[in-house]
């Protein structure tokens, strides 16, 4: 473990290096970011004034769920979205070797080789907008949030890890992470309002919902055990699927030197 948290701080001090060699560049992204969650909440903003609640949750509830959802992306983006979005072409190019041959936990140096800072700030944003809505909630609320949260987080990744893994067998997939992004939209509300979508769709839908939904609930004094439920089913579903399906898909790859 000691030794993964040292490989961390490297990548993150090399990261940091990279990032302010291109000042401009940095500012750039800080500001398309920052445009993005604007966006995002005027759009949020609008809806609750024209509705007071939205599946029986009120404006407060429903902000908080909104900033869980955009501080688990945020923090899901800062640590995975550059890797994995070069991930599909080395593993096209047969440029996966290097990595695959290093005394490391293949899939972690696969998703963990450049953090993109500018994405940092999206998800600091978001927490501190929650602190505007948040009710009174006690220390046991506060560390099961962090938990779960976090378990919310690796459902994120492994959701974009196993589209890209889909590119051992199907070459590169363009839009891949474009689809990802729809479908993350939906978790930006609570799961109920979803109760009269046809099941074929809430079986897609499920996993991008329950992953802010669950955490935010239980800030909110909404948590509800049957929720809870399918959130840490999908959890160990992603989980194993996901590692078993890259680990199957390494040993089928043909690398360069192949």
Not at 66 to 87: A, E, H, K, M, R
Request: proline share 3%; net charge positive.
């Amino acid at each position: 473990m000691v030794r993964y948290l040292k490989i961390v701080w490297m990548i993150f001090k090399v990261s940091m290096v990279r990032a302010f060699r291109s000042r401009l560049s940095l500012v750039f992204g800080f500001l398309l970011t920052t445009g993005w969650l604007l966006h995002s909440l005027i759009a949020t903003i609008i809806l609750l004034w024209r509705y007071n609640e939205i599946a029986g949750w009120n404006r407060s509830e429903i902000m908080v769920l909104y900033c869980v959802w955009g501080l688990i992306n945020g923090v899901v983006v800062f640590f995975f979205w550059p890797s994995l979005t070069q991930l599909s072409n080395k593993i096209v190019d047969g440029d996966l070797d290097l990595i695959l041959t290093k005394p490391v936990n293949e899939i972690f140096l696969s998703s963990m080789n450049y953090f993109g800072f500018h994405n940092l700030l999206n998800g600091i944003m978001y927490l501190v907008i929650m602190f505007f809505f948040l009710p009174k909630v006690g220390i046991v609320e506060v560390l099961l949030f962090v938990v779960l949260c976090v378990m919310g987080m690796v459902m994120h990744y492994f959701l974009w890890l196993i589209m890209v893994t889909f590119s051992f067998k199907f070459g590169r997939l363009m839009g891949t992470f474009d689809l990802v992004a729809v479908f993350r939209s939906s978790g930006r509300f609570p799961p109920e309002a979803y109760s009269k979508v046809p099941l074929v769709y809430l079986v897609l839908f499920v996993p991008f919902v329950v992953y802010s939904a669950v955490p935010a609930s239980i800030l909110v004094g909404r948590s509800d055990w049957r929720w809870i439920t399918v959130f840490m089913f999908c959890f160990v579903i992603e989980v194993v699927f996901g590692m078993w399906f890259w680990k199957r898909s390494v040993k089928e790859y043909s690398s360069a030197s192949s």
